[in-house]
Structure formats: C-alpha cells, structure tokens
C-alpha cells in the first residue's frame, strides 16, 4: 500500500472470526465493523482519505472497515496507524463492534 516502515494494522480476525477453519484455500469470508482508536500517545490516523475499504483506523472516531480472509491468510489492507519515529512508547485503546459483540484492548 504504501513504504512506511511506521506503520501497524489493527487486526480484528482472530476476533471477529474464531472458528475459521483455515485448512480449505478455497474458503473466504468478510465482515464490517465498527472500528476507532482513542486516547493516542505518539500515534496518528494514517490513509484516512482512501475509500473505507483500504482506509486506516478513525481515530477519536469510530468509522466502518472490512474485515476479510482469503487464501487462508488475514487481509491487513486497512486499519492502519502510524507510530512517531520520535518516540519510544507509544498507546491508544482500540475499540471494535459487530452486531452485538465489542472488543476495547489497550
């Protein structure tokens, strides 16, 4: 997507798809949720005017991005921050709905 060796994904699959089974290649699935990261120290939005699809994570927002396994490998091509080349430490509280389920993680 781009050569930003700062940057990391917000990976919801193990999460939002826990009894996937990965043994058949031919399988696929996908899901939207309801996503935001909160409270950053050292870390900022990042490909934010892309199409929600390939977009990074909102941040102080909540904004809707897919979530997708194909070829028995995560699709990480959104939900993206950057971390500060400046700083060691770096925090935000990440959250996530889909229909009734949420998730916050630190």
Not at 19 to 31: G, Q
Not at 80 to 86: A, K, T
Request: proline share 4%.
């Amino acid at each position: 997507m781009c050569s930003n060796t700062n940057e990391v994904n917000v990976m919801y699959h193990a999460w939002l798809f826990p009894d996937f089974r990965f043994r058949d290649a031919s399988l696929a699935t996908k899901a939207e949720v309801t996503t935001g990261a909160f409270a950053c120290h050292n870390v900022r939005g990042v490909h934010l005017d892309l199409a929600p699809a390939g977009a990074g994570m909102p941040v102080d927002d909540l904004g809707t991005r897919e979530v997708g396994i194909h070829f028995q490998r995560f699709s990480p091509c959104n939900n993206q921050l950057q971390l500060s080349s400046r700083c060691r430490e770096h925090a935000f509280f990440a959250f996530a709905r889909h229909k009734n389920r949420c998730v916050l993680s630190y």
